[in-house]
């Protein structure tokens, strides 16, 4: 049973480029949720997808941008990049449901995104 | 201000040797979970609690949640070089009106020394 995987794994833009991560959720999963993690911080929300649709944000300029597929895969874009977007960009998946259990979240191994 | 305090920040500390690191706020939760993340993987879900004054245990390791569900510890027994890792404690933020997105606390960055 595959777990999240994200991709690249590893990669390096310079500042004003645009950027696309991609995330497949673990099998059975519905629910895409994105964070980013600076170097020596905890994970930051960026946003969750579901059903295609963006349901929630954190505090992220319009910069970031996503996208949910019908298989459940998502995208992560960043435009115009700058100094500060690099970090480690971690991919959640869940499974939406009310319950015991609820809001558990499957991570993956992240993309490292180093901005010159 | 950040919603979750965690400390100490750091922690190197002998193999064998027992420790606890705390998680801190000045709001009440529903639930708070704590995380472990090794270098290169994503944090992975080591436990949930929900109930004030719960305490689970995960074979060394001893979590508790405050009586008032406003903080919590994780006490590890008898450390163990596999013990290495990122600690962090989350919850999820309903200030924002919506139920969905984890908040970190910036994590405890422990190390055990063989």
């Known amino acids: 049973d595959a777990g999240v995987t994200q991709s690249p794994t590893h990669l390096i833009k310079t500042r004003g480029q645009q950027v696309t991560l991609r995330c497949s959720p673990k099998?059975?999963?519905?629910?895409v949720s994105w964070y980013q993690q600076a170097l020596g911080q905890g994970p930051q929300f960026i946003f969750q997808?579901?059903?295609?649709?963006?349901?929630q944000r954190g505090n992220f300029p319009d910069r970031f941008s996503g996208h949910q597929f019908p298989n459940y895969s998502s995208e992560l874009n960043v435009n115009a990049l700058l100094l500060g977007d690099s970090a480690l960009y971690l991919c959640a998946s869940s499974l939406d449901f009310s319950g015991p259990g609820a809001n558990v979240l499957t991570f993956g191994a992240g993309s490292r995104l180093t901005v010159l | 201000t950040q919603l979750l305090e965690q400390s100490p920040q750091f922690l190197s500390i002998q193999e064998g040797e027992n420790l606890t690191v705390y998680c801190n706020s000045s709001s009440v939760f529903s639930s708070l979970q704590w995380y472990r993340q090794e270098p290169g993987e994503g944090p992975v879900l080591l436990v949930t609690v929900v109930t004030g004054g719960e305490v689970k245990k995960l074979k060394r390791l001893t979590f508790q949640f405050g009586d008032a569900r406003k903080d919590s510890s994780l006490h590890i027994t008898a450390a163990q070089p596999g013990d290495t890792g990122l600690y962090l404690c989350?919850?999820?933020?309903?200030?924002?009106?919506?139920?969905?997105?984890?908040?970190f606390g910036k994590g405890t960055h422990l190390i055990i020394q063989p």
């Open positions: 997808y579901y059903e295609e649709e963006e349901r």
């Open positions: 989350a919850v999820h933020d309903y200030s924002g009106g919506g139920a969905d997105g984890l908040t």
């Open positions: 099998s059975g999963h519905d629910t």
